[in-house]
């Protein structure tokens, strides 16, 4: 059981390029979170989604777009990244009354 | 909106002693579920202990336990015997059970055990 997996671990991105996050969970969970994390700010949350083919705005969504074509899978894409960008993206999953499941992390950094 | 807050940034313990972390939450709903959550350096967040609204008796995980005042919005997290291996950063987090779903993270304590 792998839980949930984030694809890549490390990226390093130059301003203006784009990239896609994959976030993958095989528990068959509703609920899936992109967030990011920087020192001091916890974790701030960018995009949710609720269902397959449905997604909502978080906290920071500015510079970010999301999908959920598949209810396992949850993208987070950047289409023009800046350097504010650079952080630590954290996806969760989680079913309905439970706690969050969260994959490893991605490392992103905008040069 | 939903907000959490820890205000408390750092804290430090002597191992073997007690320390509480604190957490407030602002929501206007009246059922969810609260959370504390665990990052240690590795990175990997790790559940440590939920609260449901609704049941009033405190949860206990070990040597972790909270104190959940409803009427408060307070949800601390008290950590007994403290081990080594309990620095970390520690999350509060909330998440309705209406229709919002919206899970919210404080800015975290990080926790250093002291030998």
């Known amino acids: 059981n792998a839980g949930v997996t984030q694809t890549p671990k490390f990226r390093v991105l130059k301003t203006g390029q784009s990239m896609t996050l994959l976030c993958a969970q095989d528990?068959?969970?509703?609920?899936m979170y992109w967030y990011r994390q920087d020192p001091g700010m916890g974790l701030r949350l960018i995009h949710y989604s609720v269902g397959e083919g449905t997604t909502a705005k978080g906290e920071v969504p500015d510079g970010y777009n999301v999908s959920r074509l598949k209810k396992q899978n949850f993208l987070l894409g950047l289409e023009s990244a800046a350097p504010s960008q650079t952080s630590v993206y954290f996806c969760a999953s989680r079913a309905i009354r439970a706690e969050a499941f969260f994959g490893q992390g991605t490392r992103l950094t905008v040069v | 909106a939903q907000t959490v807050t820890q205000s408390q940034p750092e804290m430090s313990v002597q191992e073997a002693e007690t320390v509480t972390l604190s957490c407030t939450y602002d929501t206007s709903e009246s059922n969810y579920y609260l959370f504390w959550y665990k990052q240690p350096p590795s990175r990997q967040m790790i559940l440590v202990i939920r609260q449901e609204a609704y049941k009033q008796q405190n949860a206990t995980e070990n040597r972790f336990s909270v104190n959940f005042q409803k009427a408060a919005k307070s949800f601390s997290l008290k950590i007994s015997d403290s081990q080594l291996g309990d620095t970390a950063m520690y999350f509060c987090?909330?998440?309705?059970?209406?229709?919002?779903?919206?899970?919210?993270f404080g800015s975290g304590t990080q926790l250093t055990v002291l030998p």
């Open positions: 528990m068959n969970h509703e609920y």
């Open positions: 987090a909330h998440v309705s059970s209406g229709s919002a779903r919206q899970l919210t």
